[in-house]
């Protein structure tokens, strides 16, 4: 009885929220820095990792414009389309440390978007993609291989009320609010993570608040046959302040509760679910030629034979600028730290789970995970010109908990390394150059070489060597 009471309250507090949001005709200006608001990563020129942030409203669709772009269609309407084409070649030698695991395979991602905005506080996104991979295409997994799938339809209604801007969105959209350490659109396969509910948001001049509830989609591999996976859940709230703007500095406190629910994990050899709570701080910005991202997490819940979970993170990234002309060289750095232990023994968990991480955080090819992790990555990067960028990084990765596994991405144990002494996982060299033609046109270049430490050698595990060759077009 006591539940579809609550449903009906809150299908009617929704219903009530939309037609506030309809009922004004004022266009929104989001008074918060974009940089900051949670839409995710900016590509420059006016893109946006997820298209639908982006903002084409008042360009002339002139030469110098990209067309398409901003059609008036009929009095208040209008429709701007977007796409993306990114094509990789990869190479890699014992993939996930596994000996003799090569492999050679090229990559395609095509996405079509279209933007309707019916009036001025309503908008209708959709979104199409398609990978392809032109190597084991049997068994690669549904984000790489798939021959269509609605990656996004949503409705987005907002408000604005002097400078504060409110809004909800509802349906199938990306999400990547929060620090890229845990919450993150997936870039490295062919199709970005996607979700299914609600998203509200918040915004003033001074902060920012965001609610969402989220289930997450479950791709298939052929044709519109992907599914939402009730089971696997992400819901939370998320703040940010300014903390200071001006011409010396820039910074923002983000605060954020994620709760997951994880149908299947495995962790010592069992599989079962695992419910989070994680509870955290995000104090970044740029202060002269210091830029910063620091983050520390906590997490509590139950996983495995509902055992008691105590793990936590810290991330701290940075560069200095040596020089802002000429080459513009910055020295890099991050420190990672995440907690591990309980896997392979009784007790409370205190392996960190990075839920949803991004691909490219600790290299594409996916060989250190944010579990059981100490480590250290000094590099430099350099930007021989305004079109082209050049960064190098060597990592040093320790175990914290020498019970534990070593792990690579998604909490994948390696398997052995529970089983011999030692800290030192091994050395992960990274580096990454790319070429900005034009603000349409990328082309990368990333490879990865991973040295086995004591850890991996004493449980017979071998180097590990990751390299792409991509570019991609976004319209």
């Not at 199938?172 to 919450?183: H, K, M, S, T, V």
């Amino acid at each position: 009885m006591t539940k579809p009471i609550v449903s009906s309250l809150l299908h009617c507090r929704v219903g009530a929220t939309v037609l506030a949001l309809l009922a004004s005709t004022t266009a929104f200006a989001d008074s918060y820095p974009k940089v900051a608001a949670g839409w995710g990563p900016e590509l420059g020129g006016g893109f946006m990792a997820s298209r639908w942030a982006e903002d084409w409203s008042g360009i002339d669709n002139s030469h110098t414009e990209p067309p398409l772009k901003d059609i008036p269609i009929g009095n208040k309407a209008s429709l701007t389309l977007s796409a993306e084409a990114r094509i990789r070649y990869v190479t890699a030698r014992n993939a996930r440390l596994q000996p003799s695991n090569d492999f050679a395979q090229g990559q395609l991602r095509g996405i079509l978007g279209a933007d309707l905005q019916i009036t001025p506080n309503l908008r209708v996104y959709g979104e199409l993609g398609t990978g392809q991979v032109d190597d084991d295409r049997g068994t690669a997994t549904a984000n790489f291989q798939n021959s269509l799938s609605l990656q996004q339809l949503f409705i987005d209604v907002r408000r604005q009320s002097g400078q504060f801007l409110i809004g909800m969105m509802a349906g199938r959209q990306e999400f990547a609010d929060g620090p890229r350490q845990l919450i993150s659109l997936s870039d490295g396969p062919n199709l970005h993570r996607t979700w299914n509910g609600v998203r509200i948001y918040a915004h003033s001049p001074r902060y920012r608040f965001g609610a969402f509830d989220l289930r997450a989609t479950r791709l298939g591999r052929d044709g519109f046959d992907e599914a939402v996976a009730s089971s696997e859940r992400l819901r939370g709230i998320n703040t940010s302040f300014i903390v200071a703007s001006n011409d010396a500095q820039s910074a923002y406190l983000d605060t954020f509760w994620i709760h997951s629910e994880t149908p299947t994990l495995r962790l010592g050899g069992m599989a079962a679910p695992d419910n989070r709570d994680t509870f955290g701080l995000r104090f970044w910005g740029r202060r002269g030629k210091l830029r910063f991202d620091w983050t520390v997490a906590r997490q509590a819940g139950h996983s495995i034979n509902d055992r008691p979970i105590d793990a936590w993170g810290l991330f701290a990234v940075q560069s200095l600028a040596l020089s802002e002309s000429r080459w513009k060289t910055r020295l890099t750095s991050h420190i990672d730290i995440s907690t591990g232990g309980g896997a392979y023994t009784a007790g409370e968990i205190r392996d960190f789970n990075p839920l949803y991480a991004s691909s490219s955080y600790l290299g594409e090819s996916q060989l250190l995970g944010l579990t059981n992790l100490f480590l250290f990555a000094p590099g430099i990067s350099i930007t021989p010109s305004p079109k082209t960028a050049l960064s190098i990084e060597v990592g040093y990765a320790r175990r914290l908990d020498e019970a534990d596994a070593a792990y690579g991405a998604g909490m994948r144990p390696y398997a052995g390394t529970e089983r011999v002494a030692g800290r030192h996982i091994g050395n992960l060299a990274r580096l990454n150059a790319a070429w900005t033609p034009t603000p349409s046109v990328t082309v990368n270049l990333n490879l990865e070489y991973l040295e086995p430490g004591r850890v991996l050698r004493d449980a017979n595990l071998p180097s590990g060597t990751h390299v792409y060759l991509g570019a991609s077009y976004h319209y």
